[in-house]
């Protein structure tokens, strides 16, 4: 069992910003930024894509309102959205989670900086685009 499904569970504290039957938000315990809080869909998936279309929608929902509460409650108006898939993706904790992480204007602040990204950018290859679109709009549609 993975420590968010303890902490859905109560067996295990959190600083809990917000509830519902789906879904569960609080503050990460090692924050980037002060506000870094975590949105964590109650039903036990380890990626995005295994997500039921009801907890996915509730997730969403509840992503985009703890975004607002975090934005009003810390001040900070620009943040990051983060969700890591695997391992080699970043993700530590194997249960689906956004990230919410505010990025301060003052980036050398106490609480501090938020998100750094590097983005290794390419042009995207014509004579690949129209396969990958093709079949990524064919397994979307299913
Ligand atoms: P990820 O790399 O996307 O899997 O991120 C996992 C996040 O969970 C990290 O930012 C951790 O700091 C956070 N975390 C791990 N354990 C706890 C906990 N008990 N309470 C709050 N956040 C946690």
Redesign the pocket.
């Known amino acids: 069992m993975t ?1 968010f499904a303890r ?1 859905i569970k109560g067996e ?1 504290p ?1 600083h809990k910003v917000y509830e519902d039957a789906h879904t569960i938000a ?5 924050p980037l930024s002060r506000g870094h809080t ?1 949105v964590v869909p109650k039903e036990p998936a380890v990626t995005l894509d295994e997500l039921s279309a009801d907890s996915a929608a509730a997730l969403g929902r509840a992503l985009a309102r703890v975004a607002r509460a975090v934005r009003i409650a810390t001040g900070t108006p620009e943040y990051n959205i ?1 969700q ?1 898939n695997g391992s080699t993706a ?4 194997m249960h689906v ?1 956004f ?1 919410i992480i505010p990025r301060p204007a003052n980036a050398t602040g106490p609480g501090g900086p938020g998100l750094s990204v590097t983005w290794p950018a390419r042009t995207l290859a014509k004579e690949d685009a129209t396969t990958l679109a093709t079949a990524i709009a064919a397994a979307a549609a299913k």
């Open positions: 420590i902490i295990i959190c609080f503050l990460d315990i090692n975590l983060l890591n970043g993700q530590v904790v989670h990230h």
